[in-house]
């Protein structure tokens, strides 16, 4: 990751609470993920990564990455990707 990246992702740390941090980190990781691909590696429910996933998208932070089968459930999702 370039520094720039870093220090951006830095600089959010602070305006995210503990559960969007969490789905952040989680998908910094990953590079893209389904919401169910999150929920699987953060052993939540899919009810408890969706909300934090729409408030991601609404500050900006992540953005559709793609639509493809997910590896957790087979069937087609979007993949999300952090900006």
């Known amino acids: 990751m370039k520094k720039t990246s870093l220090d951006a992702y830095d600089s959010i740390q602070g305006r995210l609470n503990k559960l969007q941090r969490r789905v952040l980190d989680a998908l910094h990781m990953r590079g893209q993920a389904t919401n169910m691909e999150i929920a699987q590696e953060l052993d939540w429910t899919i009810n408890r990564v969706t909300p934090r996933m729409f408030e991601l998208r ?26």
């Open 58 to 83: 609404t500050q900006g932070l992540v953005v559709a990455a793609v639509k493809r089968k997910c590896h957790v459930t087979g069937t087609t999702a979007i993949a999300w990707r952090p900006l």
